[in-house]
């Protein structure tokens, strides 16, 4: 039933999302601005805003701008967002939209700017991680000490980064599940997802780690 997806897909997203302005500028202005339509889906979208909601998130770390889809959705469940960029034109793309509410996007390569947020001493309640698939590890370990005891780290598409040529690229003790699963800071479940992209043409198995970080 893999091939009814979309149309789930389509039936929950008519049924359970609200007509949002800030969301529907957001994409339709990075749209015009040229950016590639890969933020989270309206009902991802909605899932993370939900989840700030549930444990009373107030700061959010986001790694990968983009236009501001899933940083507005953060900041409008309650959260200040800070959120890290690489790319010049989607950080200001996402200033553009993200107009009003509370919002610093840091523009900078993840692994320069996150060990700095962690000589600094900066907490989150949440880190949401939504960059490149290369540095998913290393991302996830500093995203692990910026995350105050009971806060979440939420990973996304990590079963797209670990297929390459419709295998499983690394089953060794050295792949991110195992790392993950070593790690004693915390504990983490893996959610698998099936992503219905409209840049898509057929359904595609993903999934998302989330992690609680242990109370000291
Ligand atoms: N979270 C966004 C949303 O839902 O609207 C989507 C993020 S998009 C999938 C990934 C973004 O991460 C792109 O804007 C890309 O430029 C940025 N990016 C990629 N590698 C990065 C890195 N090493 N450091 C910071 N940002 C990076």
Redesign the pocket.
Known sequence: NFRLAPHVEAQASAALLRPNPKLEH?LSNSKSNG??P???LPM??QYLSILTQLIGAKSVL??????????ICFAEAGAKVT?????PK?RDTALQNVQGLDVEVIL????D?LPKLVEEGRQFDMV?I???FD?QWE?FDWAVQLTRPNGCVFL??VVASMFKDGHVEDESSDSILAKIGRDERIQATLMPTVACHPMLPTPVFNGFILAIVKGV
Request: hydrophobic residues 40%.
């Open positions: 957001a950016l590639p890969i933020s989270v991802s979208g986001e790694i990968g701008t983009l236009g501001g889809y899933s940083t959120s890290i960029e690489i790319d989607h900078g390569a993840a692994l700017v949401f939504d960059a490149d540095d991302q996304d598409d």
